[in-house]
């Protein structure tokens, strides 16, 4: 549970620093509305786009797994988002609450007991993405929206120490870009001919535990700047 706390707390850090405190309430800072579950249907459709699914277009392609664990991972910041949205909004209980429910969830039993189930074609696992699409639309909780999405990540090959690790990664980078002048246009993306993501990944690599403060500093020990 603690890695499912973890993330949702930095989840809310971000979009507090991103859309303002408040945001849960359904507007940004700038006034601007936002809708979490929208978010959540479009990057699923960009996952899709990432199996050999057009009857018309390079048919003896394969699933592109390594950008569908990328995409499942942008989901979850959203369904996270969501989840904090309609706990606050509904008065359902804190952070630890929530992740005690997302927890319980047997979807949550499976991301964190095994990877996925080699024996579907890649046409079943799209259908368990749809499937998790169609429960935005459903009245279904938080709950049943979180465990459907751990289906999803499970059959990526995903399991919760490796959505961990690409999470952290990819929240501490966004957050070490802010800070070093990304949107400025200051910031360094290229470390000695290496995007910053690949040097974030080498370093989730060798140190696959690590917390969200060690990365940062990390990251601080090799920024060119």
């Not at 509305?33 to 899709?48: N, Q």
């Not at 910053?196 to 403060?213: G, H």
């Amino acid at each position: 549970m603690k890695k499912i706390r973890t993330m949702l707390t930095l989840q809310q850090q971000l979009n507090d620093a991103t859309n303002g405190e408040g945001w849960e309430k359904g507007l940004t800072k700038n006034n601007k509305t936002i809708d979490w579950r929208r978010c959540i249907y479009l990057e699923a459709a960009e996952l899709i786009e990432s199996y050999p699914w057009k009857h018309w277009k390079n048919i003896d392609a394969s699933p592109d797994y390594e950008n569908i664990k990328i995409e499942a991972v942008d989901i979850w910041h959203f369904v996270m988002s969501e989840a904090l949205r309609l706990y606050k909004t509904e008065s359902l209980g804190s952070i630890a609450d929530l992740a005690e429910a997302i927890t319980a969830q047997k979807g949550y039993t499976q991301i964190k007991g095994r990877k996925a189930d080699t024996q579907r074609s890649y046409y079943e696992e799209i259908v368990v993405v749809e499937d998790f699409v169609k429960s935005l639309f459903c009245g279904n909780s938080v709950e049943v929206l979180v465990s459907k999405f751990f289906g999803v990540a499970t059959q990526a090959g995903l399991d919760i120490e490796s959505l961990y690790a690409l999470y952290i990664g990819k929240n501490i980078l966004n957050q070490f870009r802010q800070d070093h002048g990304y949107k400025e246009g200051s910031y360094i993306k290229l470390w000695e001919g290496r995007e910053d993501n690949v040097v974030m990944q080498e370093i989730l690599d060798a140190q696959s535990d690590i917390s969200p403060v060690a990365l940062y500093a990390a990251l601080e020990a090799v920024y060119p700047a």
